[in-house]
């Protein structure tokens, strides 16, 4: 039996030049190392195709979160609803996370800027420094979002569009039950609940069908390259106008 070809650093920077990365581009990453099969080299491998496609005039910015890889679920966590739980660690944490192969190497990447606080992100190239504090910063500079293996429901910056307020119907869907809270410990997040619509899914696809996204696949992952200030505005726009449609929630009282 033949075995698989790996993918190279040449056969990665090809692929996002297909999706449209380009030189000098500004671009948040979010990635899945496994996705994309046997890279020869790993995480480094995707890392230096990245750099390389953008250049030093472009910037790449990463999640740096300082949480772990989610914890391992017993039947009974299952059973009381919990779909997923990480530890959290301190501002200062420097070792592996939960961000993915791909986003620690990057940031341990000796030109790569570290951002502030526990919603970190890291950034690198031109406008590292000042688009290390935040995917604020990216928006505002019409940077896009490059899904590598994973949909919309990773791309950090969509959580700006929050901003406008979410409905406290809709947030209701996500508090984690005070039988469940007390039995873990304040480093502990634990994910629960949702909502009838996945609302980040919609915007994906309305994206899509406006042409602000492109597709295609490298190795074995399907990538995704969006304009991130026009996606985040669909969703901005949504929860504006309609947000209880938008997540399938009724409204009290009606």
Same mark, same amino acid.
């Given at each position: 039996? *033949?075995?698989?070809? &790996?993918?190279?650093?040449?056969?990665? /920077?090809? %692929?996002?030049?297909? =999706?449209? @990365?380009?030189? !000098?581009?500004?671009?948040?990453?979010?990635?899945?190392?496994?996705?994309?099969?046997?890279?020869?080299?790993?995480?480094?491998?995707?890392?230096?195709?990245?750099?390389?496609?953008?250049?030093?005039?472009?910037?790449?910015?990463?999640?740096?979160?300082?949480?772990?890889?989610?914890?391992?679920?017993?039947?009974?966590?299952?059973?009381?609803?919990?779909?997923?739980?990480?530890?959290?660690?301190?501002?200062?944490?420097?070792?592996?996370?939960?961000?993915?192969?791909?986003?620690?190497?990057?940031?341990?990447?000796?030109? *790569?800027?570290?951002? &502030?606080?526990?919603?970190?992100?890291? /950034?690198? %190239?031109?406008?590292? =420094?000042? @688009?290390?504090? !935040?995917?604020?910063?990216?928006?505002?500079?019409?940077?896009?979002?490059?899904?590598?293996?994973?949909?919309?429901?990773?791309?950090?910056?969509?959580?700006?569009?929050?901003?406008?307020?979410?409905?406290?119907?809709?947030?209701?869907?996500?508090?984690?039950?005070?039988?469940?809270?007390?039995?873990?410990?304040?480093?502990?997040?634990?994910?629960?609940?949702?909502?009838?619509?996945?609302?980040?899914?919609?915007?994906?696809?309305?994206?899509?069908?406006?042409?602000?996204?492109?597709?295609?696949?490298?190795?074995?992952?399907?990538?995704?390259?969006?304009?991130?200030?026009?996606?985040?505005?669909?969703?901005?726009?949504? =929860?504006?106008?309609?947000?209880?449609?938008?997540?399938?929630?009724?409204?009290?009282?009606?």
């Amino acid at each position: 039996m *033949t075995s698989p070809v &790996p993918l190279t650093q040449d056969d990665i /920077a090809e %692929g996002l030049r297909r =999706l449209g @990365l380009g030189a !000098g581009m500004i671009v948040e990453v979010h990635s899945s190392l496994s996705s994309l099969g046997w890279v020869e080299g790993g995480a480094e491998t995707v890392v230096d195709a990245l750099m390389g496609v953008v250049g030093e005039e472009g910037t790449l910015v990463m999640t740096a979160q300082p949480v772990s890889k989610p914890l391992p679920l017993t039947e009974e966590e299952r059973r009381r609803g919990i779909l997923a739980k990480v530890r959290r660690y301190g501002e200062d944490y420097d070792g592996p996370t939960g961000m993915g192969a791909i986003g620690d190497a990057f940031r341990r990447r000796p030109a *790569t800027v570290l951002g &502030p606080g526990f919603h970190r992100v890291c /950034a690198w %190239g031109r406008d590292a =420094l000042r @688009l290390s504090h !935040g995917y604020a910063e990216l928006l505002a500079a019409d940077g896009h979002a490059l899904l590598l293996g994973v949909d919309i429901t990773r791309c950090s910056s969509m959580h700006q569009a929050e901003r406008v307020g979410i409905p406290p119907e809709v947030r209701a869907c996500f508090v984690v039950p005070d039988d469940i809270r007390r039995d873990y410990p304040d480093d502990i997040f634990i994910a629960y609940g949702g909502t009838p619509r996945e609302a980040w899914l919609w915007v994906q696809a309305e994206a899509e069908r406006r042409g602000l996204i492109s597709r295609d696949h490298i190795g074995r992952a399907e990538c995704r390259l969006l304009r991130a200030a026009a996606v985040v505005g669909i969703y901005e726009q949504a =929860l504006r106008t309609d947000p209880y449609a938008l997540f399938g929630v009724e409204r009290r009282g009606e």
